[in-house]
């Protein structure tokens, strides 16, 4: 297992803060489904890494989940150039692009 270190700024970490409490409803299924070990592995939701803070982070497993709104339209490049950056250091991207419907219980996407 790979050590995924954080080394970020204050700044970062407040940020994280502020992006908790102002989750997407999406974001707050999600995460309803993935904390408290439901997965048998321990996620930290808006974590910050160097620049970059991820949606959901599994250290353990080195996985990395965005949830992609409206504000990832026009991003792609953006977002590659990131999920590179996070691979390079052993991290892997999954990424749910909304407006998928997506059932979080039992893990199926409608559209």
Known sequence: MRKHRRSCSEGATERA?????EMTSSE???W????????????RRQYPIGP????FFC??????IEVD?????GREARDAFRDQALLDH????????L?????????????
């Open 99 to 111: 407006p998928t419907q997506w059932d979080w219980t039992s893990g199926t996407s409608d559209g």
């Open 90 to 97: 052993g991290i892997v991207t999954i990424r749910i692009a």
């Open 69 to 73: 709104g409206d504000s990832h339209i």
């Open 17 to 21: 803060r502020q992006l908790r409490q």
């Open 59 to 64: 250290p353990e497993a080195g996985i990395c």
């Open 32 to 43: 309803k489904s993935l904390r408290d070990r439901r997965l048998e592995f321990k996620f």
């Open 28 to 30: 707050k299924r999600l």
């Open 52 to 55: 970059y803070t991820l949606d």
